[in-house]
């Protein structure tokens, strides 16, 4: 990866310099060094993180809607949407959340990147519901850069999950 993006990716706020004495301090508990990627979780640019989860989800979520059968790339991408929109990421990371699936890290970056969203909200979601989902796919991002491949499987596999249980709720309940 170039030196200027990994910059980009690495902060958001302060100097970046993994060095200085606040990240120091933070560097042992909250940096992920799988794969050969350093990436503190506490000063990672949310943006930029979930520029990048949501290209990741969508492509973990197409080889879901996939394996699931069917060849008609108009019911696949269908299914598809059901799982990518805002309204659902907010939903599952919510849950995610309330069940205690995240960790404390993981939580703090969800949050943090709900937090940061100050950007229009696409039509038929919710301001909150896109910060929600916003704030999901920076962990994303964050696991996909961090090297975490297991992580994220994991949180992608739960997602996939909630998301299964909710469709089948909505549709049962006429939504």
Same mark, same amino acid.
């Given at each position: 990866? !170039?030196? $200027?993006?990994?910059?980009?990716?690495?902060?958001?706020?302060?100097?970046?310099? @993994? #060095?200085? @004495?606040?990240?120091?301090?933070?560097?042992?508990?909250?940096?992920? $060094?799988?794969?050969?990627?350093?990436?503190?979780?506490?000063?990672?640019?949310?943006?930029? /993180?979930?520029?990048?989860? +949501?290209?990741? *989800?969508?492509?973990?979520?197409?080889?879901?809607?996939?394996? +699931? %059968?069917?060849? &008609?790339? #108009?019911?696949?991408?269908?299914?598809?949407?059901?799982?990518?929109?805002? #309204?659902?990421?907010?939903?599952?990371?919510?849950?995610?959340? $309330?069940?205690?699936?995240?960790? +404390? $890290?993981?939580? &703090?970056?969800?949050?943090?990147?709900?937090? &940061?969203?100050?950007?229009?909200? @696409?039509?038929?979601?919710?301001?909150?519901? *896109?910060?929600?989902?916003?704030?999901?796919? !920076? /962990?994303?991002? *964050? /696991?996909?850069?961090?090297?975490?491949? #297991?992580?994220?499987?994991?949180?992608?596999?739960? !997602?996939?999950?909630? %998301?299964?249980?909710?469709?089948?709720?909505?549709?049962?309940?006429?939504?």
């Amino acid at each position: 990866m !170039a030196e $200027e993006q990994k910059r980009s990716i690495q902060t958001e706020t302060g100097d970046g310099n @993994p #060095d200085s @004495p606040e990240d120091s301090s933070r560097k042992a508990s909250e940096t992920s $060094e799988e794969g050969g990627k350093t990436v503190s979780i506490l000063s990672a640019n949310t943006t930029a /993180l979930a520029y990048l989860g +949501d290209a990741v *989800y969508e492509v973990f979520i197409r080889e879901y809607v996939l394996k +699931d %059968g069917g060849v &008609h790339v #108009d019911r696949l991408n269908k299914k598809a949407i059901q799982f990518v929109r805002a #309204d659902s990421q907010a939903a599952i990371v919510r849950e995610m959340i $309330e069940n205690g699936f995240l960790t +404390d $890290e993981e939580e &703090h970056l969800v949050k943090r990147g709900r937090n &940061h969203t100050n950007t229009s909200r @696409p039509r038929g979601s919710f301001p909150m519901q *896109y910060k929600w989902a916003t704030g999901f796919e !920076a /962990l994303i991002g *964050y /696991l996909y850069q961090a090297g975490r491949r #297991d992580r994220l499987e994991e949180v992608v596999s739960r !997602a996939v999950e909630i %998301g299964g249980r909710q469709q089948k709720e909505r549709r049962g309940s006429g939504k």
